[in-house]
Structures are given as C-alpha cells and as structure tokens.
C-alpha cells in the first residue's frame, strides 16, 4: 500500500511524499492515495504509562490502554512497574510480555528496583534484564537509601540499562501542588520545588561516581533542569523526561479545585514551566511523556486533599503537542520529543519512518476535532482535564506493522475504509 501526502513527519522532520509499506516500510512505486494535508507521522513512543496490570485492572489493563494508546497514535509504550504485585522478578516480564502479544501494542516493560518497590532489597535485575525489561525504576517511590541506590546503578550499568528514577523526597514531598503563591493563595498544602531538586542531585552525582546512565523522569522545576543542563556539559550519562500535562498546565489553574488536574509531580509554576520550555528548545529534556495514569471516578470523585494524583494522557497527547506548540515551541520539535527521540534514549527502532523499520505510523488530521467523553475515550478510566471539551486535531488511524489497529468511525475517509 502506498500513502501520499504533503505533511509527512519521518521523526526529524516535515516533507512532501509518499510512503509505501507492508510489514515495514519499503521502496515501491505504484498507485497511491493522496491523503492531502493530513499529517502522516511514525508510531508515537511513550516511555512512561501505568497500565494497572496486573492488580489495578478496574481501572485499565494491558488491552483498554493498548486501545487508548492506539487512539492516542502511541504505538510503542512502557508500563512502569507500580503494579500489584510490583513488575520485581522474571515471573512478573515473562507475564506481561505473554499478555501484550494480543494487544498488537509494542509493550516496553520497566522493572522495579527494588523488591515491592520498598526500597530495602534489590530486585532480580538481572533475571529481568534477560527477560527483556528497557530499564529499572521503584516508579513512584525515590530510593532513599543511597548506599542501595549505588548499588543499583552499578548493576544496571553492567547490564547496560538504565535506572528511570522518580526525583521526589518523600519527607519534602507531603502536599498536594506546587508551593508557592497560589498553594497559599487556595489553602492547599504545597511541595516545594527542591524536593524534586535535591533528589535529581543525588541521582546525578550517583550517576558521576558509578558511570550509569541516569534518566530523570518528569521534570518539573527550574532547578531541576538547570542540574540536568550542567551535568549533560559536564559529560554526566543523564537523560530526561517530561510530562506533557507539565507543559500545558501551571499551579494557577488548579483555582477550581478539580482533582482531575492534580497530577504528581505537581503543575509547575510560570517560572518553572517556562524552563521546561526553554529545556526542550535546547535539548536538556529529551523526551515527552504521559505519564499515563488512570483511576476510577469514585477515586477521584473526593476532596482535592484525598484525591489520588495521576491524568490520564495517551489519548490527548497530540492534542495537548499542538496545545504548546501555539506557545512558541516548534511543531517538529515536539513531535521530535514523542517518537525519534526517546526511541534513541533506549536503542529502540521506533519513532521513526524510514525504509525496513517496522510500518508503525499515523493518520492524524491536525484540523479535526473530538469531544473528551466517557463515551469517546478508549482507556477504561476519564480522569482527564479535559473531559467534555472539544480539542483540536484528530487521529484517525493508527497502523503497527503495516495492520491497521484504530480507525475513527465517524470521520475516516472512504480509502481508508478501502484499503484497510
């Protein structure tokens, strides 16, 4: 099958053509079908999901996230391991590799550092490491103890993975948004900026004396950054991520209270946030994720104080890059963030549209729109900001190795209907 149009994304940038695909992309000259000004763009890759499998499945599992991702034209996506029981041993990668062969998604599996992800004794990294998990991390958890922390890394090194860590102490870490003007102004407890900071420092000087590579995930504060953006001068094996809701969404708009936006690390300030900003211009941040996190209504349906945190995020994601993009920062560089660029943090052959790679791509209609209900989002939860809103752009077909795994019933165009 061939695909022409003049807004083809191949992972670094925009241009006018046509590609052809089976399995994987190839050469071939044939009829094709003129998609017009769509955009065609390579399989997204999100390098940081909770899918809630196992134990949490009431509020997604391996088959409703691999629906919302494909929604989302997410193809490729890690599940972190703060599942229960934690993703901690073979057994556990073996499991969940067996059950994402009937999702068509290209599941990426983190295990945790540490056993339960309680931070007192490490896990098989090594057993899992050959069952195939892209990295470690006690996800949600920081590793207080440093001692243990060296360690890890250390052993992560040696097997040529990286350690994902969640930069937050947990003693500074104990409100409910950022501190700061608007946490006093609302009367919501705040986390201070360096308690995300002094944590990221730890990482980075561990990082120093053990040679591993250290990837930070969602970054949320000036401080952090400004860490980040030296140690990568200073030759340190540090990577970084943030969390598209990070760039959309600041500490003042949690002014009504809604427990659909609080979200850990929590919305950064305008300072904050703008050094997010100037991160990606630069490339100190190296990818952008969801950091995809569903809950029930009923969990969410509390005071803002007893609300869990977490967004869901697969199925707005493009949504949300076309949302910054009007703020200044390049289309392609975002889109550079969702696809070639983490897939080049892991070694991964993702996020990229190039001849023999695997045909993992996406439709997308930049001026379409949807409406965020219950009804319309795949994933099994809706704890988004974004419910009963009309967002613009719209995928409208998703493809994994040549096969077609979403299409949107209303709005795809006849020779997608055709051909697919």
């Known amino acids: 099958m061939i695909f022409e149009s003049t807004k ?5 940038r925009f241009y006018s053509g046509k590609i052809s695909f089976e399995k994987t992309f190839i050469q071939k000259e044939d009829e094709c079908v003129d998609l017009g000004d769509v955009w065609i763009l390579p399989g997204l890759v999100d390098t940081h999901a909770h899918f809630r499998d ?12 691999a629906m919302a991702a494909f929604h989302g034209g997410i193809t490729t996506a890690f599940a972190m391991p703060n599942t229960t029981p934690a993703i901690d041993s073979e057994a556990m990668v073996i499991y969940l590799k067996e059950r994402a062969k009937k999702t068509n998604l290209d599941l990426k599996i983190v295990g945790s550092i540490t056993k339960n992800r309680d931070g007192k004794e490490l896990s098989e990294m090594l057993k899992m490491a050959r069952a195939g998990v892209v990295g470690f991390s006690d996800d949600g958890n920081f590793l207080e103890d440093s001692g243990l922390a060296r360690h ?15 930069c937050q102490d947990k003693y500074l870490g ?6 700061g003007w608007f946490s006093a102004l609302y009367g919501i407890s705040g986390i201070p900026d360096v308690a995300e900071s002094i944590a990221v420092a730890r990482e980075i000087e561990l990082s120093y004396l053990t040679k591993a590579h250290i990837h930070i995930a969602h970054v949320s504060t000036a401080r952090s950054i400004n860490l980040i953006r030296q140690a990568k001068k200073d030759g340190i094996n540090v990577t970084c991520d943030v969390c598209i809701h990070h760039l959309v969404f600041k500490d003042e708009d949690l002014r009504d209270y809604d427990t659909l936006k609080k979200i850990n690390p929590p919305f950064p300030t305008a300072h904050d946030q703008r050094a997010l900003y100037e ?3 630069d490339d100190t941040i190296d990818a952008i994720i969801t950091d995809h996190a569903p809950y029930l209504n009923e ?19 493009l949504n949300e890059i076309i949302m910054v993009s009007k703020n200044g920062l390049e289309i392609e560089k975002l889109l550079k963030k969702v696809s070639s660029d983490p897939a080049r943090i892991y070694g991964l ?25 219950k009804d319309t989002l795949m994933s099994r939860s809706s704890n988004t900001p974004f419910l009963g809103k009309k967002l613009k752009g719209k995928v409208i077909s998703t493809f994994i190795e040549g096969k077609q795994v979403f299409k949107d019933a209303e709005k795809i165009s006849e020779w997608i209907l055709h051909f697919a």
């Open 174 to 179: 104990k409100g409910h948004m950022r501190e």
């Open 54 to 65: 196992p134990g949490q499945t009431k509020r997604e599992d391996l088959f409703s996230g």
């Open 349 to 373: 052959e993702a996020g990229r549209i190039r001849e023999d790679l695997p045909a993992n791509f996406v439709i997308f209609d930049p001026e379409g729109e949807w409406h965020v209900s």
């Open 152 to 166: 890890a890394m250390e052993y992560a090194h040696e097997l040529g993975l990286p350690v994902i860590s969640h």
């Open 8 to 12: 083809i994304f191949d992972g670094e």
């Open 279 to 281: 991160g990606i211009e």
């Open 299 to 317: 969990e969410k349906e509390v005071e803002f104080q007893s609300a869990p945190f977490g967004i869901i995020g697969f199925e707005t994601l």
